[in-house]
């Protein structure tokens, strides 16, 4: 079952910009560029810091990050600036670049901002680095106690290093200060997992569905929990449900897995093959993927279960190839 990582990342002073006002920024910006270059003017700093939160709310970190370094080269000390690069580089997955401006923010510019020890925990915490992680999310609760996100983020390092009682703590905190917190039911739904207590994980996803119904995370990993639990048609609805939402590769492959998985279990193979046809369809759309499911406890159940070898087969062969231990042409040929 898979514990997200940095589920919650603060980051400022950047706010949402909606679908239909982009086309209109970016008109907007065009022409103050135009104008600007046609009299010879400067562009002032705030154009380039606008910019660079634009295109990273358009997930263009690249571009984010040209423009922060633009704001930077002008205004060395800018604590926004600063601050979002780090982000930037984050998101990006370069990790270490992200520590340092952290580093940088907190050092030279303001080192009593818990966003920025959260962000820098996260940081750690991708890197596997959960005792310095944890540090982070100590001094970010310090600083702000009545901020469920670094409890959160704490919970989620504790649980990677199998501390699974302390994450739970943590999440209990989270929820106690954000009741409306959808992630942390989930998280916690997951750690419940680990503990094998299912009663108190499918709990807690259905506390996330009923404030987030499209979170497709815990659609994923409710179906998982009800395959666990052999309540194989409750785990072939909700797997349902996720591929009607899923936008992200990996939701998507993973959500055609549970629907193949709970139809061989219900022993419906013509649903189990026809669904297999779409994932295949699918996966040769994409060409690559990158899975961070853990399938260790489906694969037990798999292994343990009553259903047939050839569905047996089946299915394990199909965790090979989603690992990307096997391609599909194997995969294929395994079942012939």
């Not at 991708?126 to 944890?134: G, M, N, S, V």
């Not at 419940?192 to 009663?199: A, I, R």
């Not at 343990?304 to 090979?320: C, F, R």
Request: overall charge negative; some cysteine; glycine content about 4%.
């Amino acid at each position: 079952m898979k514990i997200p990582v940095g589920v919650i990342k603060e980051v400022k002073p950047r706010k949402g910009i909606p679908e239909t006002l982009k086309h209109e920024i970016e008109l907007i910006q065009a022409k103050i560029e135009l104008t600007r270059d046609f009299y010879g003017l400067e562009k002032p700093v705030w154009y380039f810091m606008k910019l660079g939160n634009f295109y990273f709310e358009s997930k263009n970190y690249e571009k984010a990050i040209e423009q922060y370094e633009k704001v930077l080269e002008k205004e060395p000390g800018n604590a926004d600036a600063l601050f979002n690069r780090g982000f930037a580089y984050d998101e990006k997955g370069d990790h270490d670049k992200a520590i340092e401006d952290y580093d940088l923010y907190i050092e030279k510019i303001n080192p009593r901002d818990p966003g920025a020890y959260n962000n820098r925990g996260v940081a750690y915490d991708e890197l596997k680095q959960f005792e310095r992680a944890i540090e982070d999310y100590n001094k970010a609760i310090e600083l702000n106690p009545e901020d469920a996100t670094p409890y959160c983020n704490r919970g989620n390092a504790y649980s990677h290093l199998k501390q699974h009682e302390r994450a739970i703590e943590d999440y209990n905190n989270a929820i106690r200060l954000n009741p409306e917190f959808a992630d942390a039911y989930t998280i916690r739904g997951s750690t419940y997992g680990k503990l094998k207590q299912y009663d108190k994980q499918q709990e807690d996803y259905k506390k996330t569905l009923e404030l987030d119904p499209n979170h497709v995370g815990a659609m994923l990993d409710f179906s998982e929990s009800y395959i666990l639990t052999k309540n194989y048609i409750d785990a072939h609805e909700m797997a349902e449900k996720a591929l009607n939402v899923a936008e992200e590769n990996k939701d998507v492959i993973i959500s055609h897995f549970l629907v193949v998985c709970s139809s061989l279990f219900q022993n419906k193979k013509e649903d189990a093959k026809s669904q297999l046809n779409s994932l295949f369809s699918y996966i040769e759309t994409i060409k690559d993927w990158t899975l961070e499911w853990d399938f260790s406890d489906i694969k037990q159940a798999i292994e343990s279960s009553e259903v047939d070898e050839d569905a047996k087969s089946l299915m394990l062969s199909l965790i090979e190839l989603l690992k990307n231990k096997i391609t599909l042409d194997e995969f294929k040929q395994s079942q012939l």
